[in-house]
């Protein structure tokens, strides 16, 4: 069966099981593989892509849930507030093992682009559902409000 | 995209060798480049040694023998030998070492492998000789061309410069004529208040931009063409074994190819992972568990508590401590739990094995390549020099992808050889529910302490004895028990710098059917803990402030003086007590030569619910290569240690473990985290590393600041357990 659905702003169909996460839809039937697997069960954010603009667990979503949809994944992050997020990631060396950095930034350009002066209660709020065992939290929360200054100016 | 133009895309990520491009200058993009010929264009690159490669398109390619897991070890590793060569780091890339223990052993294990924190301490000398005389041959290289002295010549970022003052080379333009002339025996090295690169505080890391677009490679996002994407059903309980299973059912889900026994128990073959996984689900499996582990986590405390009242074998005798007992003006005693730990890094364990008659292709975010090959070797029937590994960005392992018997390397190679060994390639791929469930948890521990105090309230005995399972007994690793001593059980506790007369340190080793590992920071994971605390008690019984107190007994030890001193000062230490339900604590430690202190700050609300909301660090990890990646491997060692504090836990029932995920098994989140400030000490001596010593004095110093705060001590770990209610 056939599912097709806007991935990275182009209409795309992937001939795949509908009951497949848009996880793995994504990295083995689109070749997409900037969106990481961490848990299988939405806890811990690693596979976080936006659906029609908001930020989504995608390894709980089953593909024929997004037939139809505007679906983005960190290949397709375009726009301002994604490139002040990435450029205040790299700025603030964020990364450490990197694995759930995809996952992270795609929660925080959805944070930024819902609310472009968010607060520490905010981050919390928004991000609190994306685990990194790195523990690169600082940094993140740094990285954030030093993007949406960038924004503001 | 069509799932033809996916396979295409495949075909040309097979070539891929693991190559990040990076620059000092920010710039938000790119990292693998494609497979190049070494030294691109432009003839043969110079190879001076196995570290470096220069090619006449000016490209410097530096050789990583470590695996790069978050620590850094990529970026400290191209600082050293680029400082040495004088290199223009626009140029440098990273590559991983192959599988090499001739050229690529790690000098403080004579194998090839990544952990105890060794990365920069074992290759600093190393690759700074490797820098210098890649310098040093293209240095004469021009001294011959140019008729000139070498010591007249000056480099600087990749350039060499006549003494005329006008007259310039580039590397990539004397690699042939460098090639061609012999290696220098001896080199001299730079004079370290020469260094440009060491110690620069902006120097961002090699592998950032790749980790900040999604283009960062793990094994995770290997593609091979045909490849096929294993899950395996594992016996429930430690010990078990397959009797008999039905395949037939998950034969039946779509894209299943194979279903095969291996010997950690069945393993479902499909096209992909969904298929696998649910193929894994249909599966049913009867399982043998005559030699399976069947207590509680309990159970085995309640062992262990008993077994702490009975002499163990000795890990450090100093003096006579049952005299300065007997004769103490004042006793103390305590007792501490430890759970096991999962390592639960961010990518769950996963390999890629592609297997024929006569080789084997690993492709694995590898830690132990050695002692990989070799496992690899034995369940292929190969020898080790037919198995080559490809090492990958690990997404974290803490420990976990070090394991002597390489258990997910081996299931992987040992499914490659069940489905026929064809050459297929094939992705072993464990689910985060394998992970929590599979084994090699850091050991639970219970240890009992004693000590004593003179009538001057001097610390004249204390006594540290120590129950839980060996780490590298009855492995490939158990050389290292030395005298009924895993060094890895009591290191933190045996070798404490405090100035006490009387010492005496005991560890008695158990046995259960709990496979156990290594979790960053090893031995000081729980060690520290009880040392650090139990001192804390030691203070406050002696009625003296507990950083002053530290200070008398760590006159003799400059560098643990060091750290204590500069946390407590940032910290404002002396600055007096905080507003009611707040705490201040301290606690020091070295772990793997690094010297850490830490000041933690925290609020206990009316449910005794724990914040933290500050901790302070100081760390002396000699000299600092790159002072931002030593800060962030504090800050990350804080939250990680952090979370195991408060929540972590693997609990066993009945030998089934407790936990299955993030909901059961809990760690750090952001609005956990607390404001970090970090220290270095500038320091000359020799690096040591940073990856895993923020770890150590993170749990005790927060439970001194919890009794601080409350008057409380806590002795049960995690903090979240009921006992703590």
């Known amino acids: 069966m056939s599912i097709t659905f806007t991935l990275n702003g182009q209409s795309t169909t992937l001939d795949a099981d509908p009951s497949m996460p848009v996880l793995w839809a994504l990295r083995e039937f689109a070749g997409l593989t900037g969106t990481k697997f961490g848990c299988g069960m939405a806890l811990c954010g690693a596979c976080t892509v936006h659906v029609e603009g908001q930020p989504v667990r995608s390894c709980s979503l089953p593909l024929s849930a997004v037939a139809g949809k505007q679906v983005t994944s960190i290949e397709g992050l375009q726009g301002k507030p994604a490139q002040a997020v990435q450029a205040a990631w790299i700025r603030r060396q964020v990364p450490q093992c990197g694995y759930c950095q995809s996952g ?15 607060t520490d209660a905010d981050i919390d709020t928004a991000m609190s559902g994306n685990i990194c065992r790195c523990a690169t939290y600082v940094r993140i929360r740094a990285a954030i409000h030093e993007a949406a200054e960038a924004l503001r100016r | 995209m069509s799932r033809r133009s996916f396979l295409k895309g495949a075909g040309t990520l097979t070539a891929l060798s693991l190559t990040i491009g990076f620059e000092w200058t920010v710039r938000p993009r790119l990292a693998f480049a494609k497979s ?101 041959m293209l240095v004469a290289a021009a001294a011959a061309q140019w008729h000139v002295p070498a010591d007249e010549i000056k480099v600087q970022r990749s350039i060499l410069y006549h003494p005329d003052g006008r007259t310039q080379a580039s590397f990539g333009s004397l690699v042939a004529h460098a090639a061609a002339l012999p290696v220098p025996e001896k080199v001299s090295l730079k004079d370290p208040k020469d260094f440009s690169l060491i110690g620069r505080t902006d120097s961002p890391r090699v592998d950032v931009p790749a980790k900040c677009d999604g283009t960062a490679q793990f094994t995770l996002d290997m593609r091979l063409p045909g490849m096929l994407v294993a899950v395996i059903k594992r016996p429930p309980r430690f010990g078990g074994t397959v009797r008999s299973f039905d395949a037939v059912p998950a034969l039946a889900v779509p894209g299943v190819v194979k279903v095969v026994q291996v010997p950690r128990g069945v393993a479902v073959i499909a ?20 030699h399976a582990e069947k207590r509680s986590s309990a159970d085995i405390m309640a062992e262990y508590r008993a077994l702490a009242d009975k002499p163990g074998v000795p890990a450090r005798q100093q003096g006579d ?19 096991y730990l999962a390592h639960a890094p961010m990518e769950p364990l996963d390999a890629v094995v592609k297997l024929t008659a006569t080789s084997c292709e690993i492709w694995a975010g590898d830690q132990f390549q050695t002692l990989d090959q070799a496992n690899a070797a034995r369940t292929a029937g190969l020898d080790p020099n037919q198995v080559s590994i490809h090492t990958l960005y690990a997404g974290g392992s ?7 018997g390489s258990d997910y390397i081996v299931e992987a190679v040992s499914v490659a050889k069940a489905h026929g060994a064809d050459g297929t390639p094939i992705k072993l791929q464990w689910t985060r529910e394998d992970d929590l469930h599979g084994g090699l948890y850091r050991p639970m521990y219970f240890h009992k302490m004693e000590a004593a105090l003179n009538a001057q309230q001097e610390l004249t005995g204390w006594r540290h004895v120590i129950v839980g399972q060996s780490i590298v007994g009855g492995t490939a690793l158990s050389a290292m028990v030395v005298k009924g001593i895993d060094p890895t059980s009591v290191e933190g506790a045996s070798t404490i710098s405090y100035d006490i007369p009387n010492i005496d340190v005991q560890l008695t080793t158990t046995q259960t059917g709990v496979p156990v590992l290594w979790w960053r920071v090893v031995g000081s994971s729980h060690t520290v803990f009880a040392v650090e605390t139990f001192i804390d008690e030691a203070a406050h019984a002696a009625g003296q402030d507990a950083y002053a107190f530290r200070r008398k007994l760590l006159s003799k030890e400059p560098r643990m003086l060091g750290v204590l001193d500069l946390a407590a000062q940032k910290a404002g230490w002396s600055s007096g007590p905080l507003p009611k339900g707040r705490g201040r604590g301290i606690a020091v430690a070295e772990a ?13 609300d009316e449910h005794g619910q724990v914040r933290v909301d500050r901790v302070v660090c100081a760390v002396d990890c000699g000299t600092p290569i790159n002072p931002d990646v030593i800060v962030a491997q504090m800050e990350g060692g804080i939250g990680f240690g952090l979370g195991a504090v408060l929540y972590g836990a693997i609990t066993l029932k009945d030998g089934f473990i407790e936990q299955d995920n993030f909901n059961s098994y809990r760690v750090l989140r952001m609005n956990e985290m607390p404001r970090v400030e970090v220290h270095i000490v500038p320091s000359g001596e020799a690096p040591t590393g940073v990856g895993e010593p923020g770890v150590a004095p993170l749990g005790p110093a927060v439970a001194n600041a919890v009794f601080s705060a409350t008057g409380r001590r806590m002795r049960i770990l995690p903090f979240s357990r009921e006992e703590n209610a």
């Open chain 2, 592 to 604: 793997f030569k690094t010297f850490v202190a830490q000041v933690a700050e925290v609020t206990v």
């Open chain 2, 271 to 290: 096209k992909n992972f969904w298929a696998a996984r649910q193929g894994r689900e249909a599966l049913t499996v009867e399982w043998d568990e005559t």
């Open chain 2, 36 to 136: 190049v010929a070494p030294g691109g264009t432009g003839g043969a690159p110079f190879v001076p040694n196995a570290f470096v490669r220069i090619g006449a398109d000016h490209r410097i390619t530096i050789i990583a023998k470590h695996l790069e897991m978050g620590q850094g070890s990529y970026t400290g590793i191209a600082t050293v030998l680029a400082e040495e060569l004088d290199a223009d780091w626009t140029q440098i890339s990273v590559e991983s070492a192959p599988a090499d223990v001739k050229r690529y052993a790690n000098l403080a294990f004579g194998m090839q492998g990544t952990g105890g924190s060794s990365a920069m301490a074992n290759s600093w000398m190393q690759l700074r000789e490797a820098g210098a005389k890649a310098r040093a």
């Open chain 2, 398 to 404: 803490f420990g976990r992808r070090a394991n002597s």
């Open chain 2, 321 to 339: 401590t049952a005299t300065a007992i007997g004769k103490a003006a004042q006793k103390l005693s305590a007792s501490y739990e430890f759970p």
């Open chain 1, 104 to 118: 992270q930034i795609m929660s925080a350009v959805a944070l930024l682009e819902s609310n472009p002066s968010p």
